[in-house]
């Protein structure tokens, strides 16, 4: 036999004893990473089912800041989670990462859908579009949304005032006025908050006023409300501005409310209704001088409100004889001219236990209109709002044309404006809302753009 040499590379035997080792390796990491071994298991199926609540409510208001990265981030975090992760993720964490993707892309499929539909702009849209109040943060959009007789207004925020001057938003203004004039529609109606004090969302661009509340103490209130009206007024109009969402009428609480948002301590004009109505009235005089109109705001009133109607449904328990006091400002001054009237979202309880004011039959057409024979516009607050939002945008913008309301706002968040117009149009073809109470409605929108000079 021909005696065979093993030949070994230099250094094979170090190399065999860092094999053995490395073969140790992996038992001592497993003994390191069992005790959390349970937690990982329950990290894998926990974040892909908290991705669920942001996939079912895709481009909900509290998400708007996020809305460019939303779709994108919803389907990419499940896409590479399924690819990478496949083969050690559990099958739970697999099924909801695949739940998580198909929602996504079933809600944006769907926005889509209902955003074109409205675009399409059919009679139903129109008929029911020009009802809506809309904020804006896209120009073109709002310009086409102008052109083609969908929406009735818009609303100023200050995003719109953002590193312009105060040319260039009259400008745009204007623009928007004339395409309606092309169109042979009617004017826009142009909506802002700028009561004074801490809500003042068009300034630094117009002046800066202190709240109304500052005049209560005054020698002559009234005369100094007409005033700050006309100072105000002044500067609105020069922009374009002909609706002011102000003046505030709730009373003030004792205890600073609860309401914490909306903040009607710091906003109301007094706790004692006949000088909160002398001072409103005569602030909505001095707006009037200069075409623009205010709005008695917010209906059956905040004062008593416990909870923040911005994030969650609020009720009002106590009934209309306990309310008097309450309502006392938005009765006196309910035909005054140049008054509108803003719906809150909360539920007075006596008269409707099952909806907020703002979409309410009983509150919109059986008391302000029959019972109090109020004839002027009804403006619902933002559907944006917690308060209303989560019962589906589109159902309550139906349910409140139905119910009476003039126009419905549509602000904080723009875009939700296509899912609140195809839902009232759904409501329009059900014939849940009835056109001829449309008509109506027509008739007091004609005649806040004839009445005020």
Request: proline share 7%; no cysteine.
């Amino acid at each position: 036999m021909i005696a065979t040499r093993v030949l070994r590379r230099p250094g094979a035997a170090r190399l065999s004893t860092f094999r053995q080792g490395a073969v140790r390796l992996p038992a001592a990491r497993v003994g390191i990473a069992a005790p959390l071994q349970p937690l990982a298991t329950f990290a894998a199926i926990a974040l892909p089912a908290l991705l669920l609540l942001p996939a079912w409510h895709l481009k909900h208001p509290l998400l708007y800041g996020l809305r460019h990265l939303e779709t994108p981030m919803l389907i990419a975090l499940p896409v590479f989670a399924l690819l990478r992760g496949r083969r050690v993720l559990p099958a739970v964490s697999l099924a909801l990462l695949l739940a998580v993707l198909l929602l996504t892309v079933w809600r944006e499929i769907d926005y889509r859908l209902q955003r074109d539909a409205v675009l399409a702009a059919s009679p139903a849209m129109q008929a029911v579009g020009q009802h809506f109040i809309v904020g804006y943060s896209d120009f073109d959009e709002i310009r086409q949304l102008t052109a083609s007789g969908l929406i009735g207004g818009i609303y100023l925020a200050k995003r719109n005032l953002r590193g312009r001057s105060f040319e260039q938003v009259a400008g745009e203004i204007a623009e928007l006025q004339a395409i309606r004039r092309r169109a042979e529609l009617p004017p826009l109606i142009v909506a802002a908050d700028q009561e004074g004090g801490a809500v003042s969302h068009l300034s630094p661009l117009l002046e800066a006023l202190p709240p109304l509340s500052t005049l209560a103490d005054r020698k002559d209130p009234a005369g100094a409300a007409r005033a700050y009206g006309q100072r105000q007024g002044r500067q609105l109009a020069a922009l374009g501005v002909n609706l002011n969402f102000g003046p505030v009428v709730d009373l003030r609480p004792a205890r600073g409310g609860e309401d914490r948002l909306s903040n009607i301590a710091a906003r109301a004009i007094a706790s004692e209704p006949g000088r909160v109505a002398e001072i409103a009235g005569a602030y909505l005089d001095g707006l009037n001088d200069h075409g623009v109109r205010g709005t008695l705001k917010h209906f059956p009133g905040l004062g008593r409100v416990r909870g923040d109607t911005h994030l969650r449904p609020a009720r009002l328990t106590a009934g209309p004889g306990e309310l008097a006091a309450d309502w006392q400002p938005f009765r006196q001054l309910a035909n005054h001219p140049g008054a509108a009237i803003m719906l809150g979202h909360v539920t007075l309880t006596a008269l409707d236990p099952e909806r907020a004011a703002s979409h309410s039959p009983a509150i919109i057409d059986g008391l302000l209109r029959e019972h109090w024979g109020y004839d002027g516009l009804l403006v619902t607050d933002d559907l944006n709002m917690g308060a209303v939002y989560n019962l589906g945008i589109g159902r309550v913008a139906g349910e409140a044309l139905a119910a009476g309301a003039d126009f419905v706002l549509v602000s904080y968040d723009p875009r939700q404006v296509y899912r609140a117009i195809f839902g009232a149009a759904q409501a329009l073809e059900r014939h849940e809302i009835a056109p001829a109470t449309l008509t109506e409605r027509q008739r007091r929108i004609a005649g806040f753009h004839t009445t005020i000079p």
